[in-house]
T-cell receptor
Framework: QKEVEQDPGPLSVPEGAIVSLNCTYS??????FMWYRQYSRKGPELLMY????GNKEDGRFTAQVDKSSKYISLFIRDSQPSDSATYLC?????????????FGTGTRLLVSP | GAVVSQHPSRVICKSGTSVKIECRSL??????MFWYRQFPKQSLMLMAT?????????EQGVEKDKFLINHASLTLSTLTVTSAHPEDSSFYIC????????????FGPGTRLTVL
């Protein structure tokens, strides 16, 4: 069993839709959770990060962590064609920058005009 | 966010040759740098973690004699793929972190290696 599971998609939605992206994990030691966006043939770009359970909002993006269920989500409101990319969840055991991240496989999102 | 560059962005080489990839943190000091490999439609797989001035720590299954990592300064790390083979063809991505609390990993744009 992988430590982090993520549906690879693709997920196709029309412009303006609300998008929900999810990951589940098995290691209860994970405490620090991140979402990255990766465009084709580019490096990942950090979108959101949260520590422990709860919600965090930044513009059209909301990250949600439910540690009791070992489930994290990223919501994108008013999706745009420019949001079309692969979204990777990542997590690590602690808050320190030298600690390694464990990534999900990534979900490919396609937003059509 | 902080900026990490990689050079070259793309390289094609013959089987049996060695290739060096550079990773630079442009506006911060990366006490820790990470090297990842990403195959098509797959996620990032961590290859090794390196701290400035120390030997790199390799993940299980990654050959340290084949993938040589040097982290000689707080702004530069290099990955050398020695005696490259076609199965080494992949997208190699580095990231850097300041290492402290809540310090994030900032990723480079990646290097696409093709071994003929």
């Amino acid at each position: 069993q992988k430590e982090v599971e993520q549906d690879p998609g693709p997920l196709s939605v029309p412009e303006g839709a609300i998008v929900s992206l999810n990951c589940t994990y098995s290691n209860s030691a994970f405490q620090y959770f991140m979402w990255y966006r990766q465009y084709s043939r580019k490096g990942p770009e950090l979108l959101m990060y949260t520590y422990s359970s709860g919600n965090k909002e930044d513009g059209r993006f909301t990250a949600q962590v439910d540690k009791s269920s070992k489930y994290i989500s990223l919501f994108i409101r008013d999706s745009q064609p420019s949001d079309s990319a692969t979204y990777l969840c990542a997590m690590r055991r602690g808050v320190l920058g030298f600690q390694k991240l464990v990534f999900g496989t990534g979900t490919r999102l396609l937003v059509s005009p | 966010g902080a900026v990490v560059s990689q050079h070259p962005s793309r390289v094609i080489c013959k089987s049996g040759t060695s290739v060096k990839i550079e990773c630079r943190s442009l506006d911060f000091q990366a006490t820790t740098m990470f090297w990842y490999r990403q195959f098509p439609k797959q996620s990032l797989m961590l290859m090794a973690t390196s701290n400035e001035g120390s030997k790199a720590t390799y993940e299980q299954g990654v050959e340290k004699d084949k993938f040589l990592i040097n982290h000689a300064s707080l702004t530069l790390s290099t990955l050398t793929v020695t005696s490259a083979h076609p199965e080494d063809s992949s997208f190699y991505i580095c990231s850097g972190s300041g290492g402290g609390q809540n310090n994030e990993q900032f990723f480079g744009p990646g290097t696409r290696l093709t071994v003929l």
